[in-house]
C-alpha cells in the first residue's frame, strides 16, 4: 500500500550526527536545506534546538541514519523534552527498531502521560516487535478513555489482522469510518482488507479510497494489482489505463500494462510502455529491465544491452538483468 500512516506520518522525523568532524565530513549536512542548521551547530553545539531542525531538514532529504544520530544528540541535550523524545520514537520506528522505539516512547509516556497518540505509538511499536499481547493493552487503555476515537479503533482492527481475524478487523475499521468518514488511512486499509477476502467489494472501495484524495492515483492501481492477481488480464490493463488518464506520470501502471503485454506476445507496444515509464521515472532500472528484454525479444541485441547495462546502473547486481546479458554474449 503506497501512503502515509495517517496519524502517525506527522510526526515521523530525522536527525543527524552532532560531531562537528562528522558534520564537516557528511555532504548530506551541505546540502542547502540542511546547510543553516549545520552552520549553527557548528556555532552554538551545545543547543538542542538546532539537532532537531537540522533533523527535520534531513528527513526531507531521506537520510535517516543521519537523522538518528541527530535526535540522539537533541535528546542528550535535552532529556525532558516530549517533542525530541517522540521524534526518535518515530525515527527508530522508520528504521525498523522497535524495541528502542518502545523505550523511547515509553520514556514519551512519563513525559506526556495524557498523549494518546504517544500511547498508540507505542502499541505499534509493541507490535513490530512482535509482543501482540501489549500492544493490545495500550490500545485498551486508550479505548477506555476514548471509546469512540477513530485512530485507537484502527490500530486495534491492524492488531486483529495479525491475530488472523480478518473479519474482526474489518469490522473494526468500519467502526472507525463510521465515527470519521474522510479517515483515508481506514479506507485504503479496509479496501486493502477486502482484496484478500471478497474482490467484489474491494473495487469500489479503492474506488470511493481514490474519491477522497484524488491526487494519490495509488488506489486506482491496486485494481489493476487486483485483477493482475487473478489472471484478469484485459481488466488489469484498463485499470492501469484509467490510472494512467488520472496521472500520466504513474510510472507503475506503465510498467505493468508492459508487462501485460509482453506476456501477450505484444513486444512492440510493450516496449512503448516501458519507453513511457523511462520518460516518468528515469532511474527505474524495472523499466530499463523490461526495455531491455523487449529488445533481446525483437532481436535487437544492441540496443537490448545497453538497456540492461543501464538498469545495472540504477540496481547494482539486478538478476535478471545480468542473465539476460549473459544469453547476449
Not at 136 to 159: F, S, T
Not at 175 to 192: F, K, M, R, V
Not at 245 to 272: C, F, M, N, V, W
Amino acid at each position: 500500500m503506497k501512503y502515509p500512516i495517517a496519524f502517525f506520518c506527522c510526526l515521523i522525523l530525522g536527525a543527524s550526527c552532532g560531531d562537528k568532524k562528522n558534520t564537516a565530513d557528511h555532504a548530506a549536512y551541505h546540502n542547502p536545506m540542511v546547510q543553516p542548521y549545520t552552520d549553527s551547530i557548528d556555532a552554538h553545539p551545545e543547543i538542542a534546538t538546532w539537532y532537531f531542525e537540522r533533523a527535520k531538514a534531513l528527513s526531507s532529504v531521506n537520510e535517516d541514519s543521519l537523522c538518528l544520530a541527530d535526535l540522539q544528540q537533541a535528546v542528550k541535550l535535552d532529556s525532558l523534552n516530549p517533542q525530541y523524545v517522540q521524534a526518535l520514537g518515530n525515527i527508530y520506528l522508520e528504521l525498523e527498531q522497535p524495541a528502542q522505539a518502545i523505550t523511547a516512547f515509553r520514556k514519551n509516556l512519563l513525559l506526556s502521560p495524557g498523549d494518546a497518540r504517544v500511547r498508540l505509538l507505542l502499541s505499534k511499536a509493541y507490535l513490530e516487535n512482535k509482543n501482540e499481547a501489549a500492544a493490545q493493552q495500550e490500545v485498551e487503555k486508550v479505548l477506555a478513555a476514548a471509546p469512540n476515537y477513530p485512530d485507537a479503533l484502527y490500530w486495534q482492527a491492524k492488531i486483529k489482522y495479525v491475530q488472523k481475524d480478518t473479519t474482526a478487523a474489518i469490522n473494526l475499521v468500519k467502526q472507525a469510518l463510521a465515527i470519521d468518514s474522510g479517515y483515508y488511512q481506514a479506507a485504503y486499509q479496509l479496501a486493502d482488507w477486502y482484496a484478500s477476502v471478497d474482490i467484489k467489494a474491494a473495487i469500489p472501495q479503492y474506488e470511493k479510497t481514490f474519491r477522497m484524495d484524488t491526487l494519490d492515483v495509488s488506489p486506482l492501481f491496486e485494481i489493476g494489482e487486483l485483477y493482475k492477481q487473478r489472471q484478469q488480464l484485459q481488466q488489469a490493463k484498463e485499470a492501469y489505463r484509467v490510472c494512467i488518464l488520472k496521472d500520466p506520470d504513474y510510472t507503475d501502471a506503465y510498467i505493468e500494462t508492459g508487462k501485460i503485454l509482453a506476456l501477450q506476445d505484444s513486444t512492440e507496444k510493450a516496449l512503448r510502455q516501458f519507453l513511457l515509464a523511462i520518460q516518468t521515472r528515469p532511474g527505474s532500472a524495472e523499466a530499463y529491465l523490461n526495455k531491455g528484454l523487449c529488445y533481446e525479444k525483437l532481436k535487437q541485441r544492441d540496443s537490448a544491452i545497453v538497456a540492461l547495462r543501464q538498469a545495472l546502473v540504477f540496481k547494482p547486481g539486478l538478476k535478471a538483468a545480468q542473465e539476460a546479458l549473459l544469453r547476449l554474449k
